[in-house]
């Protein structure tokens, strides 16, 4: 499977984007799904998590409330919605698809993994 993000660009804070990643090759609609991010000199981290039915949805503390993750099984396709963007929120983000039904924050439970799409936030 193949995982294409899309969706980034560079806002202002406080405005949103909508990233998107689509799977082809073969179906994720099985599989939980994450996303990921990583800001410039620092290492990736954890952002939200979908389990392969759009339910048991949990996020990290820092997009709680801002950030929601969705899916569309039958477009292969997962969605992150970013609200209330933050400059700390600037970073590349990397949609992943897990090992197992259920999202992680864990990145070892990710077999696949996208290439990434540049979320820049000005302040």
Same mark, same amino acid.
Request: proline share 1%.
């Given at each position: &499977?193949?995982?294409? *993000?899309?969706? !980034? %660009? ?5 405005? @949103? ?6 799977? =082809? ?21 954890? &952002?939200?998590?979908? *389990?392969?039915? !759009? %339910? ?5 503390? @820092? ?6 993750? =969705? ?25 992943? *698809? ?26």
């Amino acid at each position: &499977v193949q995982l294409q *993000a899309s969706g !980034g %660009g560079l806002v202002h804070s406080g405005e @949103s984007l909508r990233l998107s990643c689509v799977a =082809s090759g073969r179906t994720v609609s099985n599989n939980g799904m994450g996303w990921f991010r990583q800001a410039p000199g620092k290492g990736r981290e954890f &952002v939200a998590a979908i *389990a392969w039915n !759009g %339910g048991n949805t949990f996020y990290a503390d @820092s997009v709680k409330g801002r950030f929601t993750i =969705s899916r569309d099984r039958a477009k292969n396709t997962i969605y992150l919605q970013m609200n209330s963007l933050k400059a700390e929120d600037t970073a590349v983000y990397y949609c992943a *698809a897990s090992r197992y039904a259920v999202g992680s924050s864990a990145e070892g439970n990710y077999a696949k993994w996208g290439q990434g799409t540049l979320v820049t936030v000005s302040s």
